[in-house]
């Protein structure tokens, strides 16, 4: 098969100007939405969608070099998509033509050089969908046509057939057609993903699903430090809610964090990295006020948007009722972050401040020590492994099986092995005295192949923010893991760390032998990028 790719893409930019397409205000669009959505009695809008999580099977990318089209597995469903995929791109434009079409735009990120500009073409022949682009621009900058580019399209219609659902990704031309979903995360993810290959390709930047944020901390020498914070982590795992909390830090003695961005961030060669967002998309299930309280207290306010959320019929919602799916999302406004919000969603380049801290999240529920500090080729070897449990957000069908993927980021475009050797060049070429990673597990100790019958050590948010505490504050004892050869604590102050002892849920046999499991896993699994760094493979054999 071999397409015209710049017909393809100048056919798009020509449905821009048809006719039967309108550009209604966010005001206008907003009055739409809510006459398909219910108000809240805390006065947020809340809608519910007939697809509740993306479509991942079903995306596939087309494109000339060879290479980018091999990055991704060809399944059979996606196989199937892409020997139809003339017609479908024939049919998709002819009805184009005579569909009700919005058109919107956005802008992506606020700095001096990388501001991709998001055009949408979106179908609203189901009236309701309109929340879809509503939503969108909840999340972004306006439109500034001046800021530095490059041009990025979606063309979006909800109302395809639903055995025809399908995402199809041009990355060459910036292009991206969602068809047959009405699901919020397609949209987000869509521009995000074209935005990080861009990145790589046309600034040498690492595109990173990473959340990020600013903290000053007093250290154990009494002296205040400003730390930048990459926190890495799958949808579930805890990422959001780590870049949108405090870790009880101390304002009286000078501390506090600044939160900066939630998602999608663009790192530079000298430390720094850019935003691409004014709102967080959320993951609600299970939120509550005493361990997520900027979280909980955003989403419960009028300007929030919901998402598959269980509302009763006096309007109040129910986070902790999975009812309806266990992927219900939300939009909370960076803005309602009052004092903790940063000045900026971009952080600075090291130069500026006193470190920079990677912290891979993982969630866990067997021998994975709760805190691990890694030298770069462990920490590269991390972004390369991407562990994580699946959840419903991807494949609910898989939702609590044990998954990997690179740089915990469903969505890279080209060779993934290339990823783990710039994350490593990065790494190396910043001032290794300013540089920290870790790994940090937000499930469960013991809960796997536990035989002695005691049970397990849920992880607690509060023992994932005392030992990020004492990372900044260089106040844990390390020792070197037998296995792993990564650092493991040996005291954090104001931690208890006899939980978390394996000794209380595994005879010392069942935990050797899970732990060589998980690295002779580890070892098939980055047999698997040709081309990776022989530094990175050999960080995770024993």
């Not at 060809?74 to 002819?94: A, C, G, H, I, N």
């Not at 890495?232 to 101390?250: A, I, R, Y």
């Not at 490593?424 to 019958?453: F, S, W």
């Amino acid at each position: 098969m071999n397409l015209n790719q710049k017909e393809i893409l100048e056919r798009v930019k020509k449905a821009f100007e048809y006719p039967n397409v309108r550009t209604p205000s966010v005001e206008e669009m907003k009055e739409e939405a809510v006459k398909h959505g219910f108000i809240t009695k805390d006065g947020s809008l809340a809608f519910l969608t007939s697809v509740r999580n993306r479509s991942a099977k079903l995306t596939y990318l087309y494109a000339d070099d060879q290479e980018l089209m091999n990055s991704i597995p060809w399944t059979d469903e996606r196989k199937k998509l892409l020997e139809k995929l003339p017609q479908t791109l024939e049919l998709v434009f002819q009805y184009l033509k005579k569909a009700p079409l919005i058109q919107h735009h956005r802008n992506m990120g606020i700095n001096p050089d990388f501001n991709p500009h998001m055009h949408l073409l979106f179908s609203i022949g189901r009236r309701d969908t309109i929340r879809l682009p509503y939503m969108w621009t909840q999340s972004l900058p306006d439109y500034n046509p001046n800021a530095p580019g490059p041009e990025l399209y979606i063309v979006f219609i909800p109302e395809w057939q639903e055995k025809d659902r399908q995402v199809i990704v041009f990355p060459e031309i910036n292009l991206t057609f969602v068809l047959g979903t009405d699901y919020y995360g397609e949209i987000k993810k869509g521009f995000l993903r074209m935005a990080m290959y861009r990145a790589k390709r046309d600034k040498g930047y690492l595109g990173l699903h990473a959340g990020t944020k600013l903290a000053r901390v007093k250290d154990k020498d009494g002296k205040l430090k400003t730390y930048s914070i990459l926190l890495f982590g799958l949808s579930g795992t805890g990422k959001t809610t780590h870049s949108v909390h405090p870790w009880g830090l101390n304002p009286e003695e000078g501390e506090r964090v600044w939160i900066v961005q939630d998602d999608f961030v663009a790192l530079r060669p000298d430390g720094s990295a850019y935003g691409t967002e004014i709102g967080f998309f959320i993951k609600t299930d299970g939120l509550e006020r005493e361990s997520q309280p900027l979280i909980y207290e955003s989403a419960r306010k009028p300007s929030a948007l919901l998402e598959n959320v269980l509302a009763d019929w006096k309007g109040e919602v129910y986070f902790q009722d999975l009812t309806l799916t266990g992927n219900g999302r939300g939009i909370i406004q960076w803005s309602d972050l009052g004092e903790w919000k940063s000045d900026t969603i971009n952080i600075p380049p090291l130069s500026e401040i006193d470190g920079l801290i990677f912290l891979f999240i993982t969630r866990r529920s067997d021998i994975l020590p709760m805190i691990q500090k890694l030298n770069p080729a462990q920490a590269a070897a991390t972004f390369m492994l991407g562990e994580s449990i699946e959840t419903s957000a991807g494949d609910p069908t898989k939702a609590g099986q044990s998954v990997r993927v690179v740089g915990t980021n469903p969505f890279i475009v080209g060779p993934e092995g290339e990823e783990g050797n710039i994350f490593y060049d990065l790494y190396r070429g910043l001032p290794q005295d300013k540089v920290q990673a870790y790994l940090m597990n937000t499930g469960k100790i013991g809960e796997a192949g536990n035989d002695r019958g005691t049970g397990f050590y849920k992880i607690k948010i509060k023992d994932n923010a005392a030992a990020i505490r004492a990372i900044m504050k260089n106040t844990i004892q390390w020792e070197k893991h037998s296995k792993f050869k990564t650092l493991v604590p040996k005291h954090i102050p104001d931690l208890d760390l006899k939980p978390f002892s394996l000794s209380n849920y595994y005879t010392e046999e069942t935990a050797e032998k899970l732990t060589n499991q998980l690295i002779q896993e580890r070892k098939e699994y980055m047999k698997k990028f040709p081309g990776l760094y022989e530094e990175i493979l050999k960080a995770v054999e024993i």
